[in-house]
């Protein structure tokens, strides 16, 4: 049995002293669009004496290890949301949204109609930028030359400028509603981009029926597997899993949506997850579309008044949302002040990154990296 370490991200090569790539280290490069590009995940495999495939692996984390949950500590209530967008870079949004909406549950605060609406409309545009980061691959590998994607992504980002002032990290939830409002121009415009992005999911499932049947059963991750670690999102439902908090424990305008179920037979292989991320880019255009019309027909504020100073009551309470990885936690303790005396978060790129020594083994070191590729992960989002 021969050892091989794998260093995954564009911050690989700097992981070695003087940059010369030693025997028995390999470094893997997802892409240009892939998640995986920013921050740096260490595996040490074992293979078969052949070198061929997997015999079993090990998963080092913690690179990027920046010590938020301390942060958010010394940080008040306000600050805090600035923060929890940093960890899934992919899904800043998202992060914002679960802290802001553990508070309010904790103050027992509604929030303005107009503000629940514009805040379901960014968790699926979210949703949808994140989806295309890891579909990336696929286009990259098909005909690199083909930047529509990228082209996409960058539109998607240009859409959130426009609406908050930031390309990346947005920064608009507050407690209580969002910072911004989107005026009809910006939904016509929302809605052309999204109806792009619906296009280019139903070519790439094509794709994935045409080019890319060799993925089929490449590193399955049945149901049984996902429950043991707490695999969530599109890497449990594409084993079959019909878990999706949005229509299991509806929240924002869930309730009122349609949100499909998840594939009852699913393969929980490459290919199916590469599939059920491109058909949720697809709900998720149509998710938007349903939450713009929503919003044609309210007026009215996108936040609630508060006080300078915010403090939340003595107690805690734990929240979840469906985040595009899976499901994104917040458990929130407060002892009366303007800050939290402890806030943890749960994130679902932990626990998938969690299931690989049990889901790379009988891998052919040659698809190891369609098998990480489709195994949607942030770096930061796993080390927070």
Known sequence: MSSLRVLVGSAAPGALPGGQVPDGTLLLDLGPDHPSRAGLLELE?????AGERIDRADVQVGAMHRGVEKLFEVRDYRQ???LADRHDWQAPFAGELTVALACEELLGMTVPPRAVWLRTLLAEHTRIASHLGFLGYLTHRTDPADRRLAGLREDLREQLRTLTGNRVHPMVTRIGGLAADADEAWLDAELAVVDRARQLATELRALLDADWAHAAGVAPLGAELARAYGVTGPACRAAGEDLDLRRQRPYLGYAELDVPAAPAA??????????????????GAALVAACAERLRTLDGPVAQALPKIIKLPDDEGYLATEAPLGQAGAHLVSRGDRTPWRLHLRTPSFATVSALPAVLPGVRVADLELALASLGYVVGDIDR
């Open 45 to 49: 495999l074992w293979t078969d004496p």
């Open 80 to 82: 805090i949301l600035m």
């Open 266 to 283: 699913g393969a929980g292989d490459a290919q199916a997850r590469f599939r059920l991320l491109a058909a949720e880019v697809g709900t």
